[in-house]
C-alpha cells in the first residue's frame, strides 16, 4: 500500500493500486511531451492508476560527448511546468547537482537522484532538505541493503518522503541483470519500491557510444516484478522510440502501454 502523504503531496487518489512514474527520457519537444502525457493520463485515468509525469530536463550522464543533452535547461523546464498546468499532474525529474534541486524544484513535485550519483551525500541532503518527495535510484554498483543509509541521508534533512528505485545491476560488460530478491529486500525500510523496466534491459555503452537495450524483456520482467509485490513501476515511453534522442533501444513504444499496464494491474491486483 502506498503511504498516505502520496495523496496529499501529490494528488494520487487511487491507492488501492501501484504507481506509475512514466514518460519519454528527456524533453525534446513540447509536442512530443505533450502527445505522451496525453496518452498516459487517459490510460491511467480509465485503470486508475496514479501517474506522475516523467521527463528529464537534461541529461548529464552520457556515454559520449556527443550524445544528446538538452534543448536548453530553460526551455526544457519551460515546458514541464506548461504541461503539469495543462494535464494537472506531477511531474518527476533528474537532479545531478545541489545546484539544480532549487532549479528543478521550481517545475518538479519529485525530485530524482540518478543511479550513478545515489550515495552523493551532498546531493541527497539538498534534495531532502527541498521537501520534495526524492526517488532514488539504486546504482548499478550498489547492494540493496546498502539502499537504506541513501534513504537515511534524506531522511536526516526531516523529509520522509523517499521513493528506492530498482533499475539493474551491472553483470560483466555492457550488461545489467535484475535480482528479485533486492526488491523484497528495500521494501523492509518502509518507503514505496519502484522497479524500473526500462533501464533495468538497457546494455550499457553497448552500441558505438551510446547505450543498447532488449526491450523484448521489459514485459517479463515487469511481470517479475508485479508478482514480487513492488508498489510502483518507472517506464520510460516515447511515441516512436527508434527516433528518440536518449534511451532509444531501451524505451516501451507509447501504444503499447495500455496493455502493459493492464497486465501489471492483473498481476498487482493478488498482492493487494
Not at 528527456?26 to 521527463?55: A, G, H, N, Q, W
Not at 550499457?204 to 551510446?210: H, L, M, Y
Request: aromatic share 8%.
Amino acid at each position: 500500500m502506498l503511504p498516505n502523504y502520496l495523496s496529499e503531496e501529490i494528488k494520487l487518489v487511487h491507492l488501492e493500486n501501484f504507481l506509475l512514474i512514466s514518460g519519454p527520457c528527456v524533453v525534446e519537444s513540447k509536442s512530443i511531451v505533450f502527445r505522451t502525457c496525453e496518452t498516459l493520463k487517459k490510460i491511467t485515468d480509465k485503470l486508475k492508476i496514479p501517474f506522475i509525469f516523467k521527463s528529464s530536463y537534461v541529461k548529464a550522464n552520457r556515454t559520449s560527448s556527443d550524445s544528446f543533452r538538452t534543448i536548453g535547461v530553460d526551455k526544457a523546464l519551460s515546458i514541464l511546468a506548461d504541461l503539469k498546468k495543462e494535464f494537472n499532474v506531477p511531474v518527476l525529474t533528474d537532479i545531478h547537482s545541489e545546484i539544480e534541486v532549487e532549479i528543478a524544484a521550481e517545475v518538479a513535485d519529485v525530485l530524482q537522484i540518478p543511479a550513478f550519483l545515489c550515495r552523493q551525500t551532498d546531493l541527497l541532503e539538498a534534495a531532502g532538505e527541498s521537501g520534495k518527495i526524492v526517488n532514488i535510484k539504486k546504482g548499478q554498483f550498489l547492494a540493496p541493503q546498502d539502499m537504506k543509509y541513501q534513504a537515511e541521508k534524506v531522511k536526516a534533512t526531516g523529509n520522509n518522503k523517499i521513493f528506492l528505485t530498482e533499475r539493474g545491476t551491472t553483470f560483466g560488460y555492457n550488461n545489467l541483470v535484475v535480482d528479485m530478491r533486492g526488491l523484497v529486500i528495500m521494501k523492509k525500510f518502509g518507503h514505496p519500491v519502484i522497479f524500473d523496466a526500462t533501464h533495468s534491459i538497457q546494455m550499457p555503452s553497448a552500441e558505438k557510444g551510446v547505450s543498447g537495450g532488449n526491450p523484448e524483456f521489459i514485459l517479463p520482467l515487469a511481470r517479475a516484478a508485479a508478482a514480487v509485490g513492488v508498489d510502483g513501476f518507472f517506464i520510460e515511453t516515447h511515441p516512436d522510440p527508434k527516433k528518440a534522442l536518449s534511451d532509444a533501444s531501451s524505451m516501451m513504444k507509447l501504444d503499447k502501454m495500455e496493455g502493459l499496464l493492464l497486465q501489471l494491474k492483473n498481476i498487482c491486483s493478488l498482492n493487494f
